[in-house]
């Protein structure tokens, strides 16, 4: 008996799974492209892009900030904590690339907080000048009409906005997986959580706010313990009354993932931080991981039926992914992977649930409780 109801709740489980792709699928926009930004002011904007090694297609990254047809004044302020950084080099060929643009490198971050990106934070926004900050991950790379539609988006919802992303792969097998992992389960998770008003996100990828606005809620240093720094800084806003809006269109995340172990650490960070923002939702997570199930039921002897939902489930992914590539015009993906990257996907869920530490910039921390990082100095990596 005790194997009838674990197959039923595995074969339910992944019954639903492809029913969450089928809606995902569905949600996705035929042409999430971005509309032009028409009419209004072009105030001034710093951009802080927050910087820690050469990591791949970095300079490229940098590079389509300084290309934006935007009328007003920029200030791109690149940060790194160490000045020895070798994504200093990066910077300063940047800048000699780019004489006309206002780009400035911060070297040396304070001593403030937990989080090596937030304490470069506050060391770069010490350069700040102007009103309107928009601030981006490192990994992230924008077309040329990026910053025109996300300061038209700030002027009509106030608060800030924010933007989700798709990955762009390297070419080697673990930026693969990776960008499948973005396309295939994050991103559609993101999509169905919107708009059914089951998540309210506010990503690195892209946070756009007024310097009064970031000034109300403390500042980075609000935020400087906390590992969801982004998700942090869209809880406090919304807690004083302002909007988070997340905006329709999608920016390119580089997938830079070189091994296995990498790809690891860096996907189990990703599972401890969604853990600590929701941990009821992140229970409610497994239900997307639809292969998975049905391949363990299968296993308990679940016959012809589990293997005919497992074979759905893959159909389901495929579809998905399909949907996303249109949306988002997106390279197609290598579809035999699939199976490799729902198995590993729900490797990492596993482990958010089992998984206290996390490596991160090349230093270990623990997470405690609310989410707050706490460094173990002279701890290996695992």
Not at 77 to 85: K, M, N, Q, S, T
Not at 193 to 199: E, I, K, P, Y
Request: glycine residues 10%.
């Amino acid at each position: 008996m005790l194997r009838d109801a674990l197959l039923l709740v595995l074969c339910t489980g992944a019954t639903l799974g492809c029913l969450f792709m089928i809606t995902a699928a569905r949600l996705t926009p035929a042409s999430a492209r971005r509309q032009p930004a028409t009419g209004g002011t072009h105030p001034a904007v710093t951009i802080l892009l927050p910087l820690h090694g050469e990591e791949p297609g970095l300079l490229d990254n940098l590079v389509s900030f300084c290309r934006q047809d935007y009328a007003g004044p920029i200030q791109i302020i690149l940060g790194v904590a160490d000045p020895y950084d070798p994504a200093v080099a990066v910077a300063q060929r940047l800048q000699l690339a780019f004489p006309d643009r206002h780009i400035e490198l911060v070297a040396g971050a304070r001593a403030a907080g937990s989080n090596p990106k937030v304490a470069n934070l506050i060391s770069m926004n010490t350069r700040t000048e102007h009103d309107i900050i928009v601030l981006v991950d490192s990994d992230i790379r924008v077309g040329r009409d990026y910053l025109a539609n996300v300061v038209s988006a700030l002027a009509r919802s106030g608060g800030a906005v924010t933007c989700p992303y798709f990955g762009i792969s390297t070419g080697n097998v673990w930026s693969r997986l990776a960008g499948l992992g973005i396309d295939g389960h994050f991103l559609p998770g993101l999509l169905v959580g919107v708009r059914f008003d089951l998540a309210k996100p506010c990503l690195g990828s892209t946070i756009a706010l007024s310097r009064d606005s970031l000034a109300a809620i403390g500042g980075f240093e609000a935020v400087a313990n906390c590992l969801a720094d982004d998700h942090a800084i869209g809880e406090k806003l919304r807690a004083r009354g302002e909007p988070v809006s997340v905006l329709p269109f999608a920016v390119g995340h580089i997938c830079g993932e070189a091994s296995l172990r990498e790809l690891w650490h860096h996907e189990v960070r990703w599972a401890l931080t969604i853990r600590t923002i929701g941990p009821l939702g992140y229970v409610g997570w497994s239900i997307t991981h639809a292969f998975p199930l049905a391949l363990a039921a299968f296993c308990l002897g679940g016959g012809t039926a589990a293997a005919a939902l497992a074979l759905a489930a893959l159909a389901c992914r495929i579809r998905l992914l399909i949907a996303v590539e249109r949306g988002y015009g997106v390279p197609r993906h290598p579809y035999w992977l699939v199976p490799v990257r729902d198995l590993l996907s729900f490797a990492v869920f596993l482990m958010g649930f089992a998984g206290r530490g996390v490596s991160w910039k090349g230093r270990r921390f623990r997470v405690i409780q609310e989410g707050d990082l706490v460094a173990e100095p002279g701890a290996p990596l695992p």
